[in-house]
């Protein structure tokens, strides 16, 4: 399976690039296939869907012929595909769309977890903790049940035969001051160690809070790092905001990120220590709240 996100924004480039080598504005290729020139834009941002009878409209205006329309049609046609996320609209949340959409075409998937545990390893308890959290914060931009049974989808594409690789590194600091119930916590934690101990395919390590990570400064916020098993399908890093995700594909980019994940895995415990310290921090809450009782 490919990633239609990753596709649109290969669409988006090529447009743009072919329509500049033809010295035309988007005005100009607005008025030829009668379109405004807003639409053309944000195709060639990739911020809609492409309409294939838009697209094959757009190549008679810039005359792309032959091999060359063939293939944008082709990525056109794989642009447009709609797939699981789309039959929830807006209720799992546009931002966790974003992610799926993502991860149904990648190879391979890093990050750098500096807030919360990540959303494909959650457990549906951890998961209605979270919600309780975002609520606190004002009205939710989706629908709880739906954005949970959306988490299990991602799972399942993890889980697959032809899942990708996923490496994680958590901060140790968001394990004690993310404010879920500690039982929660700890069962998460337990969860987490089940699942990379059964899946060869997924690692998880923790930095601990008091190590420091030569090389440069510190991250200042969590990401994501994908690659795509085809060529032309360039790879994405995702920076996670408070208030939205952004999106990188530019090589120089790719690199910063890519050399900031290699510090702070490297900085963090090896995959096994990382393992042994969640254990014994899930037995340390679960002695805890039993001590609350």
């Not at 500096?114 to 549906?124: F, I």
């Not at 998961?127 to 629908?143: F, K, M, N, P, S």
């Not at 790879?235 to 208030?243: E, K, L």
């Not at 120089?252 to 900031?260: D, F, R, S, V």
Request: net charge negative; proline share 5%.
């Amino acid at each position: 399976m490919h990633s239609p996100y990753v596709r649109r924004r290969r669409l988006a480039a090529e447009l743009r690039k072919v329509r500049e080598a033809r010295e035309m504005t988007t005005d100009d290729v607005g008025r030829l296939i009668y379109q405004s020139r807003t639409k053309i834009t944000r195709l060639e941002n990739a911020q809609i869907r492409p309409d294939l009878h838009d697209i094959m409209d757009i190549l008679d205006a810039l005359e792309v012929t032959d091999a060359k329309r063939d293939r944008l049609v082709r990525l056109a046609r794989d642009a447009g595909e709609k797939h699981w996320w789309d039959r929830f609209g807006e209720s799992m949340g546009p931002r966790q769309k974003l992610y799926a959409d993502l991860e149904a075409g990648a190879d391979s998937i890093r990050s750098y977890n500096q807030t919360g545990m990540p959303a494909v390893l959650q457990t549906p308890e951890f998961i209605d903790a979270l919600v309780e959290l975002d609520a606190c914060q004002g009205t939710l931009a989706y629908r709880p049940e739906r954005m949970a049974e959306a988490r299990e989808h991602r799972q399942r594409r993890l889980l697959s035969a032809d899942g990708p690789t996923y490496d994680a590194v958590l901060d140790e600091t968001m394990i004690h001051r993310l404010a879920v119930p500690p039982p929660v916590m700890a069962a998460q934690l337990r969860h987490l160690i089940a699942m990379v101990a059964a899946e060869e395919r997924i690692t998880v390590q923790v930095l601990p809070s008091d190590v420091r990570i030569p090389g440069g400064l510190l991250p200042q916020a969590s990401f994501f790092l994908y690659t795509f098993p085809e060529p032309g399908d360039s790879a994405m890093a995702v920076i996670d905001t408070v208030t939205a995700d952004i999106v990188l594909s530019k090589r120089n980019e790719i690199a910063t990120y890519t050399e900031l994940y290699e510090r702070v895995r490297k900085a963090a415990l090896s995959p096994d220590d990382s393992l042994t310290f969640f254990s014994r921090v899930a037995d340390r809450l679960t002695d805890a709240a039993g001590s609350e009782v």
